[in-house]
């Protein structure tokens, strides 16, 4: 693998390790504000991203891993990523705006998935390389893995590119839902065990989008990394203390 141009990152969000349930109230003002997101723009290379300015936070993962239906359950629209019957389909990096266009979500495209060309696959690479590590406003990438299939070799390649630059990184395994609680929290464990070994700041958490379990700690990381945690002006009428 090529590696990118390395550029001085600005300071990063605070480091945060998620619980495995949101313990105070973080995440509720967080998931208010997620609600307002809206589609901003598709952009086929890294040239042709948005202003590289303000706090984004980028979504990855396999093209079967979930990942517009926790995008869409995580702002409680329906339709914002679309899903597609057939994975790979998302070919481009896909803007949302969360509120203003300082603060973005971002799509990366699906990766790994054998139906898609080779030659498609490797230009994906590149780009998803270069965007992770020289985008200076993102804030942190947030790796969905199926948890019946974790850690598989383009999972472990994000990693490393994250680690490139300087990412910290909020794995989401996808599909709990088809484990018992047991067999789920092992996988969890081993995973999480996998995943030290790598040496760079990462959390984890099970996730359903079926049964939107898992949906309040990650709008808590999100809202963390994003700088989109405190109250909005409208609910501060009645606030004149700073946030915590």
């Known amino acids: ?7 001085k990152k600005k300071a990063k969000a605070p480091e945060y390790v998620a619980p495995e349930s949101a ?4 995440h509720l003002s967080a998931r208010k504000r997620l609600e307002q997101t809206e589609f901003l723009m598709s952009a086929p290379t890294f040239k042709l991203c948005p202003p590289d300015v303000g706090y984004e936070v980028a979504f990855a993962g396999r093209s ?10 995580l702002t409680n629209q329906r339709q914002l990523a679309r ?3 057939t994975p790979g389909r998302t070919q481009m990096i896909n803007f949302f705006t969360i509120g203003n266009e300082q603060t973005r979500l971002v799509d990366l495209p699906g ?7 080779e030659k498609m696959k490797l230009v994906w690479q590149t780009e998803l390389e270069e965007y992770l590590v020289s985008r200076e406003s993102l804030s942190g990438l ?6 019946r299939h974790p850690l598989k070799f383009f999972d472990e390649q994000m990693l490393l590119w994250a680690k490139d630059g300087e990412l910290p990184v909020h794995v989401l395994l996808t599909k709990a839902d088809k484990f018992k609680y047991g067999p789920a929290k092992n996988i969890l464990l081993k995973t999480k065990r996998e995943l030290e070994k790598l040496d760079l700041p990462f959390s984890i958490q099970l996730f359903s989008a079926l049964k939107k379990e898992g949906v309040d ?3 808590e990381v999100m809202g963390r990394w994003l ?3 405190e109250p909005t002006d409208s609910n501060k009428d009645t606030d004149t203390g700073s946030a915590e």
């Open 1 to 7: 693998m090529s590696t990118a141009p390395k550029s």
């Open 23 to 26: 313990t105070d109230l973080s």
């Open 64 to 73: 079967n891993a979930g990942k517009s239906s926790a995008i869409n359950v």
């Open 83 to 85: 899903s597609s019957k």
């Open 111 to 117: 990766y790994g998935y054998a139906a898609v060309p």
């Open 142 to 147: 947030v790796l969905l893995m199926d948890s």
């Open 217 to 219: 700690e990650l709008a």
């Open 227 to 229: 700088h989109i945690e």
